[in-house]
C-alpha cells in the first residue's frame, strides 16, 4: 500500500505501544496522512483541495448536526424553526449561514479538485478507482445539497423539490407513479420534508464512508503530480508529514479567510431572496432556479426544446442532464493518451481552457431566466460540453503528439529552478547535488 | 466498445442540441420574442446611503425606532411581524419597562384562551409574545385588501433583491402611469383597485400608498417626518427585523478574519520554513 521506503511507524511511548498492539489506529492514520505516507515532492497548490472538500465536509457535519437540534421537521414549523435558530438560538445565525455557505464552498473546492483531476489526468490508470469514487461522492454531495436546500421551506425549496422530482415524472410510463413515491403525495408536503430530513442527515455520513475508500485507493498507486511521471524512487517524494501538513495548513488558512469572507459580510450573497419567503404552493416564483453550483446542469436540462420523434424533449433534457455526470465515469476509458498531465499535452490544453470557458457559460445560462438568446447560448454550448468529453477527447488522445516527458519528478524539479536559477542570474542556485536524505 | 458507443451518444446529444439551436435560432429571428411593459417600465430600486451599508456599516437606533414607530402607527395595521416579538425590540434600545408598556399598548391584542371556559380569547401581549397578526388568517385578510394579502414583513428586506433600497423605493415610487406606456402598450393600463408602482415586479400592486403626507406620524426626536424620511425609517427597521443579528456577524467576522490573517501568515511560514531544505536542495 506503499512505497517501499515509507517511514515506519515506531511508538516509543509504552502507552502508544500498547495501543498498537491491541487497535493500530495510529499507525493507520501515521501510514495514511502522516509520515508514514510518501507523497511526489512536486504537488502545486491544486494538490490542496482534497483536503479542503475533507475540511468542507467536516464543518458542514458539525454545523448540520446542531442546526438539527433545533428544527422541526414539519411542513408547518420547519420555516419558523430555522428563522428561530437564527433569532433565538446562541450563534445560531452563525451556524445557519456557516451550513448555507458551507455548502457552496464545499462545491467551490470540489469543482476545483475535479478540474484539477481533468487537467493533470488523474483519472488514468492506475487511478481509475479514486476517480470513480470522486465521482460517487460529486453524487451524492449534490442528492445531499439538494435535500439540504428544500429543508428551510422556503419558496424556492418547495418549488425546486417540485421542478427536481418533476424531472422523474419525464419518464414514460412509470415516470408519474415514481414522482409520487418519491414526494410520498403528489406534491411536495410532510412525507417529502421528513424524508428528505432523514436522507439529508443520513447522507453525510455515507459521504465520509466513501471519502475513506477514496483515500484509500489513492493510497495504493499513491498521489499523483503535476508532471504526470509516476514516482521512481524516494528522491522524488517527501513524507506528507510535515511537508504536506504544513502546506495544507496555509491552504486551510487561505480557505478559511475566503469563507468567513462570505460567511460574514455577505451570507446571501449566493442565496436566492426567494428563500425567505415560506412556501407557497399556490404562488409560483417567477424564476424557479437551483442553487448555483447546479447551473451548468440546469442549463443543459434545459437546453432540450426540440422533441426527437416520439422522445419528447424534456425526457431528452432529463436523460442529457444525467448523462452529464453519468459520462464522467467513463472518462478514464475515453481518455487514452498514456500522457497524464496536460503541461505536456498542447492540443488537450487548448480543449481543457475551451471546457473551463464552456462550463462557466453554461452555468451563467442555468442562472438565468429560460428565455432566449440563454437557451441558445447554453444549446451551443451544452453541444460542445458533450463533444468534448465524448468525441473529441478521445480524438486528440489518439492524434496529438504530446511533448516529451521529464525523466523523473526530481528532473523535473531540477530543471525548473535551473532556468529560474538562470533567469535571475543567480549562479549555483540549480547546480546543488540532490541531497542524499531526500525522501 | 467504450469509445465508440461514447462517440454515438455524444454525436446524438451534441447534434439534437445544435438542431434544437437552429429551430431556436429560426424562431428567434423569424419571431422576435415580444417585448413586455415589464422590461421596459420595471426600475431597480433606488441606491439609499444607510448606516448599515458597507461592510462595517451600524444600525441607527434612533432611526430604528423612529421605523418602528412607522411600523406600528401605519404598517401594522395590515402586516403581520410575525418572527419578531416584543422583547426583541431590546435590540433597537427599549428598556424593559419601555418594552412592557409598548406591548401592554399595542392596538392588536395577543390570542389567548380563557383559562375557565376553554374559548378562544384576547389578551394584552406581554414581552414575551411575538407581534400579534392583525388579521385572523389569510381568507379575512383577503377580505378586508381588495383579496391581496398583505405579507408578513420580518423577512422581507431578505426576500427582496437589494430589499432595504426596495422598500424605501417601493414606499417612494407610487406615480401615475406614464403616458408613453399606455401609447406603446395600451393594454396594460393599471386595473381598478391597483396602483401603479415602478418598483414593483408587475408594475401594478395592490397596496394604497402607505405614506402619504410629511408628518403622517410625529416623531418623538424632533426629526421632520417627511415621505422621504419615514420611508428611510420604515426601510431601516425593516433591515433590522430581517437580520437582527447584523451587528454581531459583523464584529464577529472582523475578529476572525484578524485571527485568521495571523494564524495563515504563521502557517505560511512554518510551511516555507519546513521545505527549506527541500527547495535549497532543488
Redesign the interface.
Same mark, same amino acid.
Given at each position: 500500500m506503499s512505497f517501499p521506503w515509507a517511514e515506519h511507524y515506531t511508538p516509543k511511548h509504552p502507552a502508544m505501544q500498547w495501543i498498537d498492539e491491541k487497535l493500530p489506529l495510529p499507525r493507520l492514520v501515521y501510514n495514511a496522512i502522516g509520515a508514514g505516507y510518501p507523497v511526489p515532492?512536486n504537488l502545486n497548490y491544486f494538490w490542496n483541495f482534497g483536503v479542503l472538500a475533507g475540511l468542507a465536509l467536516v464543518i458542514q457535519i458539525v454545523t448540520g448536526v446542531i442546526m438539527a437540534m433545533h428544527y422541526g421537521a414539519n411542513t408547518l414549523v420547519a420555516f419558523?424553526t430555522v428563522?428561530?435558530t437564527?433569532?433565538d438560538v446562541n450563534a445560531g445565525?452563525?451556524m445557519r449561514?456557516a451550513h448555507a455557505n458551507g455548502a457552496s464552498f464545499f462545491f467551490i473546492v470540489v469543482y476545483l479538485h475535479i478540474f484539477r483531476g481533468l487537467f493533470y489526468g488523474s483519472y488514468k490508470a492506475p487511478r481509475e478507482m479514486v476517480w470513480l469514487l470522486g465521482l460517487v461522492i460529486f453524487l451524492l454531495m449534490m442528492a445531499t445539497a439538494f435535500m439540504g436546500y428544500v429543508l428551510p421551506w422556503g419558496q424556492m425549496s418547495y418549488w425546486g423539490a417540485k421542478v427536481i422530482t418533476g424531472l422523474f415524472g419525464a419518464i414514460p410510463v412509470v415516470g408519474e407513479p415514481i414522482q409520487t413515491w418519491l414526494l410520498g403525495g403528489f406534491a411536495p408536503g410532510n412525507a417529502s420534508l421528513n424524508r428528505f430530513f432523514s436522507l439529508h442527515f443520513l447522507l453525510p455520513f455515507v459521504i465520509a464512508a466513501v471519502v475513506i475508500l477514496h483515500i484509500w485507493a489513492l493510497h495504493i498507486p499513491g498521489s499523483s503530480n503535476p508532471t504526470g511521471v509516476e514516482v521512481k524512487g524516494p528522491q522524488d517524494t517527501?513524507p506528507f508529514h510535515?511537508?504536506y501538513t504544513?502546506?495544507d495548513?496555509?491552504g486551510?488558512? %487561505?480557505f478559511?479567510?475566503l469563507f468567513?469572507?462570505l460567511?460574514? +459580510?455577505a451570507?446571501?450573497y449566493l442565496g436566492h *431572496?426567494?428563500n425567505?419567503?415560506?412556501a407557497n404552493p399556490l404562488s409560483t416564483p417567477?424564476h424557479i432556479v437551483p442553487e448555483w453550483y447546479f447551473w451548468p446542469f440546469y442549463a443543459i436540462l434545459r437546453?432540450?426544446?426540440?422533441d426527437?420523434f416520439f422522445v419528447p424533449?424534456k425526457l431528452?433534457g432529463v436523460l442529457?442532464m444525467f448523462?452529464a455526470i453519468l459520462?464522467l465515469f467513463?472518462l478514464p476509458?475515453?481518455d487514452?493518451s498514456p500522457v497524464r498531465s496536460g503541461n505536456y499535452r498542447p492540443t488537450f490544453k487548448k480543449f481543457f481552457w475551451i471546457l473551463i470557458v464552456d462550463v462557466l457559460i453554461l452555468g451563467y445560462c442555468g442562472g438565468a431566466p429560460a428565455?432566449?438568446?440563454y %437557451?441558445?447560448i447554453s444549446?451551443?454550448a451544452?453541444?460542445?460540453y +458533450?463533444?468534448h468529453?465524448?468525441?473529441i477527447l *478521445?480524438l486528440i488522445s489518439r492524434f496529438e503528439r504530446p511533448l516529451p516527458l521529464p525523466g523523473s519528478i526530481?528532473e523535473s524539479?531540477?530543471n525548473?529552478?535551473n532556468i529560474k536559477g538562470e533567469q535571475d542570474a543567480l549562479p549555483g542556485m540549480?547546480a546543488?547535488p540532490?541531497?542524499s536524505n531526500?525522501g | 466498445m467504450v469509445r465508440i458507443g461514447a462517440f454515438l451518444v455524444g454525436l446524438f446529444f451534441a447534434g439534437w442540441l445544435l438542431i434544437s439551436f437552429l429551430v431556436g435560432a429560426v424562431a428567434y429571428v423569424s419571431e422576435p420574442p415580444a417585448v413586455t411593459v415589464e422590461h421596459e417600465f420595471h426600475k431597480h430600486p433606488k441606491e439609499v446611503d444607510f448606516s448599515f451599508n458597507g461592510p462595517f456599516g451600524k444600525f441607527d437606533q434612533a432611526q430604528l425606532q423612529r421605523g418602528f414607530q412607522v411600523f406600528k402607527e401605519v404598517c401594522s395595521a395590515c402586516h403581520s411581524l410575525k418572527f419578531v416579538a416584543f422583547r426583541d425590540l431590546k435590540g433597537i434600545g427599549y428598556n424593559e419597562a419601555e418594552i412592557k408598556a409598548i406591548a401592554k399598548q399595542w392596538a392588536i391584542k395577543s390570542p389567548d384562551v380563557d383559562p375557565k371556559t376553554g374559548e378562544a380569547s384576547t389578551r394584552a401581549p406581554v414581552p414575551a409574545d411575538y407581534f400579534p397578526k392583525p388579521f385572523a388568517n389569510n381568507v379575512a385578510a383577503a377580505a378586508a385588501n381588495n383579496n391581496a394579502i398583505p405579507p408578513d414583513l420580518s423577512l422581507m428586506t431578505k426576500a427582496r433583491h437589494d430589499g432595504s433600497d426596495y422598500i424605501y423605493s417601493l414606499l417612494t415610487g407610487y406615480q401615475n402611469q406614464p403616458a408613453e406606456l399606455l401609447k406603446h402598450f395600451p393594454d396594460a393600463k393599471t386595473p381598478n383597485g391597483l396602483h401603479y408602482n415602478p418598483y414593483f415586479a408587475n408594475l401594478n400592486l395592490a397596496m394604497p400608498p402607505p405614506l402619504t403626507t410629511d408628518g403622517q406620524v410625529t416623531y418623538g426626536d424632533g426629526t421632520k417626518a417627511t415621505v422621504d424620511q419615514m420611508a428611510k425609517d420604515v426601510s431601516a427597521f425593516l433591515t433590522w427585523t430581517a437580520e437582527p443579528k447584523l451587528e454581531n456577524r459583523r464584529r464577529a467576522g472582523l475578529a476572525t478574519i484578524v485571527f485568521l490573517l495571523i494564524a495563515t501568515a504563521l502557517a505560511y511560514m512554518s510551511y516555507q520554513n519546513i521545505w527549506a531544505d527541500k527547495k535549497k536542495a532543488a
Open positions: 515532492r419558523g428563522e428561530q437564527m433569532r445565525w452563525l449561514y517527501v510535515p511537508y504544513a502546506k495548513g496555509f486551510v488558512g %487561505v478559511l479567510i468567513s469572507i460567511l460574514f +459580510f451570507p446571501n *431572496p426567494d425567505y419567503i415560506e417567477a437546453a432540450f426544446t426540440v426527437f424533449a431528452l442529457a448523462s459520462m467513463f476509458w475515453l487514452t428565455a432566449e438568446p %437557451v441558445m444549446q451551443v451544452g453541444a460542445y +458533450f463533444a468529453f465524448l468525441i *478521445p526530481t524539479v531540477l525548473r529552478h540549480g546543488d540532490q541531497p531526500a | -
